[in-house]
């Protein structure tokens, strides 16, 4: 007698526990402090600038992995500047990669804070790790060079390509 339930290939199990990772409270708190900034600023939707700039707010560990010194506080200056001048141009503007039509995310999110929102919490399954994290966020961040986020940190003069592979070495895949 056949299983009324397919068995499913080892590749759809895979997926599937990939997807089981959701954002833990720490991320969900930097989403929310993201969503008060966009709100605060005027925007329309959160976007991974908003993301960065919470993230550096609340997450210990995103300080440490960008390390101390003026880098850090010229980041802080671009993030805090985009409500008085540096990103007035996005006003108004959704942010997305481009690729696809534009559809904003239900939650509020441009297309491309949703995908790092989902990517980051497939960087923490693919670890093993049932909560996202805020190194997870920080790694989808600059994964894509034309997120607003990768923007202000390459302006801020971080080197992107150096920080994804100290996020990488401190785990976050």
Do not use: F
Not at 10 to 29: C, V
């Amino acid at each position: 007698m056949q299983p009324r339930i397919p068995r499913q290939s080892t590749q759809e199990q895979d997926s599937r526990r990939q997807d089981a990772a959701r954002p833990s409270d720490e991320l969900t708190a930097v989403v929310s402090g993201a969503r008060r900034r966009a709100v605060r600023d005027g925007d329309r939707h959160v976007d991974t600038a908003h993301l960065l700039h919470s993230l550096l707010e609340h997450d210990p560990a995103v300080h440490a992995v960008l390390g101390e010194g003026p880098q850090v506080a010229r980041l802080l200056g671009y993030l805090v500047q985009r409500s008085i001048g540096y990103g007035l141009r996005w006003q108004g503007a959704v942010e997305d990669s481009g690729a696809v039509p534009v559809v904003p995310d239900a939650d509020g999110l441009s297309p491309l804070a949703a995908d790092a929102m989902h990517d980051s919490c497939l960087r923490a399954a693919h670890r093993g790790d049932s909560l996202a994290r805020g190194l997870d966020l920080l790694g989808a961040l600059v994964r894509d060079p034309r997120a607003r986020a990768a923007e202000v940190l390459h302006r801020a003069g971080v080197d992107v390509d150096g920080l994804r592979a100290r996020i990488d070495k401190e785990g976050a895949l």
